[in-house]
Protein backbone atom coordinates (compact mmCIF):
# COMPACT_ATOMS: atom_id res chain seq x y z
CA UNK A 1 0.00 0.00 0.00
CA UNK A 2 1.16 4.00 -1.07
CA UNK A 3 -0.40 6.12 0.80
CA UNK A 4 -0.62 9.62 -1.21
CA UNK A 5 -1.61 13.19 -0.02
CA UNK A 6 -1.62 16.49 -1.77
CA UNK A 7 -1.03 20.13 -0.59
CA UNK A 8 -0.74 23.55 -2.20
CA UNK A 9 -3.50 24.21 -4.48
CA UNK A 10 -5.97 27.39 -3.93
CA UNK A 11 -7.05 30.37 -6.29
CA UNK A 12 -4.84 32.06 -8.09
CA UNK A 13 -5.51 34.54 -11.04
CA UNK A 14 -4.37 34.18 -14.75
CA UNK A 15 -0.67 34.29 -14.79
CA UNK A 16 0.32 33.55 -11.57
CA UNK A 17 1.84 30.36 -10.15
CA UNK A 18 1.57 27.47 -7.43
CA UNK A 19 2.99 24.71 -6.40
CA UNK A 20 1.33 21.49 -5.17
CA UNK A 21 3.37 19.16 -3.05
CA UNK A 22 2.38 15.18 -2.84
CA UNK A 23 3.99 13.23 0.14
CA UNK A 24 3.91 9.44 -0.40
CA UNK A 25 4.42 6.68 1.92
CA UNK A 26 4.16 3.38 2.67
CA UNK A 27 5.71 0.46 0.22
CA UNK A 28 7.37 2.74 -2.44
CA UNK A 29 8.62 1.36 -5.18
CA UNK A 30 11.38 3.10 -6.58
CA UNK A 31 10.87 1.80 -9.69
CA UNK A 32 7.32 3.04 -10.42
CA UNK A 33 5.87 6.05 -11.62
CA UNK A 34 4.64 8.94 -9.94
CA UNK A 35 2.66 11.72 -11.54
CA UNK A 36 0.27 14.26 -11.30
CA UNK A 37 -3.44 14.31 -12.81
CA UNK A 38 -6.33 16.42 -12.80
CA UNK A 39 -9.72 16.47 -13.40
CA UNK A 40 -12.97 18.60 -13.88
CA UNK A 41 -16.50 17.99 -13.49
CA UNK A 42 -17.50 16.01 -16.35
CA UNK A 43 -14.36 15.57 -17.98
CA UNK A 44 -11.71 12.19 -17.74
CA UNK A 45 -8.91 12.39 -16.02
CA UNK A 46 -6.00 14.39 -17.59
CA UNK A 47 -2.44 13.03 -17.08
CA UNK A 48 -0.22 16.59 -15.75
CA UNK A 49 3.17 15.33 -15.38
CA UNK A 50 5.05 12.14 -14.81
CA UNK A 51 8.26 10.05 -14.28
CA UNK A 52 9.82 7.37 -12.42
CA UNK A 53 11.02 7.53 -8.45
CA UNK A 54 14.27 6.63 -9.31
CA UNK A 55 15.01 9.19 -12.39
CA UNK A 56 15.06 6.61 -15.33
CA UNK A 57 13.25 7.27 -18.66
CA UNK A 58 11.83 10.32 -19.54
CA UNK A 59 9.62 12.79 -17.82
CA UNK A 60 6.53 13.09 -19.61
CA UNK A 61 4.41 16.49 -20.07
CA UNK A 62 1.20 17.43 -21.06
CA UNK A 63 1.21 19.29 -24.66
CA UNK A 64 -1.49 21.87 -22.85
CA UNK A 65 1.29 22.51 -19.74
CA UNK A 66 4.82 21.87 -21.37
CA UNK A 67 6.71 24.75 -21.16
CA UNK A 68 4.79 26.36 -18.51
CA UNK A 69 4.67 22.86 -15.29
CA UNK A 70 7.71 21.37 -14.13
CA UNK A 71 7.29 18.24 -12.05
CA UNK A 72 10.13 17.10 -9.43
CA UNK A 73 11.05 15.01 -6.16
CA UNK A 74 12.76 14.77 -3.32
CA UNK A 75 13.62 11.12 -3.34
CA UNK A 76 14.97 11.30 0.03
CA UNK A 77 11.79 11.36 1.93
CA UNK A 78 9.26 11.09 -1.18
CA UNK A 79 7.72 14.02 -1.87
CA UNK A 80 6.66 14.95 -5.17
CA UNK A 81 5.95 18.55 -6.47
CA UNK A 82 4.58 20.48 -9.22
CA UNK A 83 5.43 23.73 -10.12
CA UNK A 84 2.75 25.84 -11.70
CA UNK A 85 3.29 29.12 -13.53
CA UNK A 86 1.50 31.15 -15.85
CA UNK A 87 -1.70 29.57 -15.29
CA UNK A 88 -4.67 29.86 -17.32
CA UNK A 89 -7.93 29.39 -16.21
CA UNK A 90 -8.33 26.29 -17.80
CA UNK A 91 -5.48 24.84 -15.62
CA UNK A 92 -8.56 25.03 -13.23
CA UNK A 93 -8.86 21.39 -11.76
CA UNK A 94 -8.81 19.02 -9.24
CA UNK A 95 -4.88 18.13 -8.87
CA UNK A 96 -4.45 14.50 -7.98
CA UNK A 97 -1.28 12.22 -7.07
CA UNK A 98 -0.92 8.85 -8.39
CA UNK A 99 1.79 6.24 -8.36
CA UNK A 100 1.88 3.50 -10.51
CA UNK A 101 3.94 0.42 -12.81
CA UNK A 102 5.46 0.83 -15.92
CA UNK A 103 4.29 -0.27 -19.40
CA UNK A 104 7.19 -1.53 -21.41
CA UNK A 105 9.84 0.60 -19.21
CA UNK A 106 7.83 3.69 -19.62
CA UNK A 107 5.90 6.08 -17.35
CA UNK A 108 2.99 6.95 -19.85
CA UNK A 109 0.17 9.35 -18.21
CA UNK A 110 -2.52 7.19 -18.25
CA UNK A 111 -4.90 6.75 -15.68
CA UNK A 112 -5.01 2.54 -15.84
CA UNK A 113 -1.63 2.58 -14.90
CA UNK A 114 -1.62 3.89 -11.82
CA UNK A 115 -2.74 2.30 -8.67
CA UNK A 116 -2.65 4.30 -5.82
CA UNK A 117 -4.43 7.63 -5.87
CA UNK A 118 -4.41 11.04 -3.29
CA UNK A 119 -7.31 12.92 -2.25
CA UNK A 120 -6.79 15.90 -4.38
CA UNK A 121 -6.49 19.53 -4.04
CA UNK A 122 -8.52 22.13 -5.43
CA UNK A 123 -6.81 24.61 -8.26
CA UNK A 124 -8.50 27.80 -9.37
CA UNK A 125 -7.14 30.11 -11.85
CA UNK A 126 -9.62 33.38 -12.31
CA UNK A 127 -9.57 35.51 -15.34
Known amino acids: QVRLVESGGGSVQAGGSLRLSCAASGDIDDSHCVAWFRQTSGKEREGVAGFGWDGAGSTKYAASVKGRFTISRNNSEYFLYLQMDNLKPEDSAMYYC???????????????????WGHGTQVTVTA
Open 98 to 116: ASGSRYAGVCYLWPRRYTY
